[in-house]
């Protein structure tokens, strides 16, 4: 079985542009979560989506945006990018069977690293 | 939104038994406490989950004081493929938080 995806897993973009992210979860996996990760931290918790909807939000400017897909796949979105938006963005999936609860256990895809110039 | 407290790094030498241990004042009640592993460049793995008392797995075990305001990550009889960065995890309803992580070097 394959794990979550995420693509690309490498970007380099200038200020202000905008960007897409991708994630696959895991075959029947019905949440997903975005995390931000900075070098030397831990991930921040950008958005949960459960069933196709936000379940859950994090501190996170309106530049930041998502959606979850009928397969259950999710995009995020980043528009006007600032120098500090570059991280390593991680997508998590779990199962829902608790309703995309903090207990589920997550899996994490590699990640896809931003880079903005 | 419970903030969690761990140890900044340890070091430890191949085949000792590692505890990290992790302070959560304001667990909430339903929340549960997860430990997580990172190595560098790749996204984390989960390790173990507990609610209360202690949990044990394959890998690790997990022992949760009565007032639920801390918890303790035992890795037994580490090696040298153990050294990465541990986070505490615990949950919130909608903000799930990771801490700065533990950052443990096994050492031959």
């Known amino acids: 079985d394959a794990g979550v995806t995420q693509s690309p897993t490498h970007l380099i973009k200038t200020r202000g542009q905008h960007v897409t992210l991708r994630c696959s979860p895991i075959?029947?996996?019905?949440?997903v979560s975005w995390y931000q990760q900075v070098l030397g931290q831990g991930p921040q918790f950008i958005f949960q989506?459960?069933?196709?909807?936000?379940?859950g939000r994090g501190n996170f400017p309106d530049r930041f945006s998502a959606r979850q897909f009928p397969n259950y796949s999710s995009e995020l979105n980043v528009n006007a990018l600032l120098l500090g938006d570059s991280a390593l963005y991680l997508c998590a999936s779990s199962s829902g069977l608790a309703g995309g609860a903090p207990q589920e256990t997550q899996y994490f895809g590699p990640g896809t690293r931003l880079l903005v110039l | 939104l419970a903030k969690t407290t761990q140890p900044i790094s340890m070091d430890s030498y191949e085949g000792q038994e590692v505890n990290i241990t992790c302070s959560h004042n304001?667990?909430?009640?339903?929340?549960?406490i997860t430990w997580y592993q990172q190595f560098p460049s790749q996204g984390p793995r989960f390790i173990i989950q507990g609610y209360k008392t202690k949990v044990t797995n394959e890998v690790a075990s997990l022992f949760i004081p009565a007032d639920r305001k801390s918890s303790t990550l035992s890795l037994p009889r580490v090696s040298l493929s153990d050294t990465a960065v541990y986070y505490c995890?615990?949950?919130?309803?909608?903000?799930?938080?990771f801490g700065a992580g533990t950052r443990l070097t096994v050492k031959p």
């Open positions: 995890l615990v949950g919130d309803d909608n903000d799930m938080r």
């Open positions: 304001n667990i909430a009640t339903n929340d549960y």
């Open positions: 075959s029947g996996h019905k949440s």
């Open positions: 989506y459960y069933e196709k909807e936000e379940r």
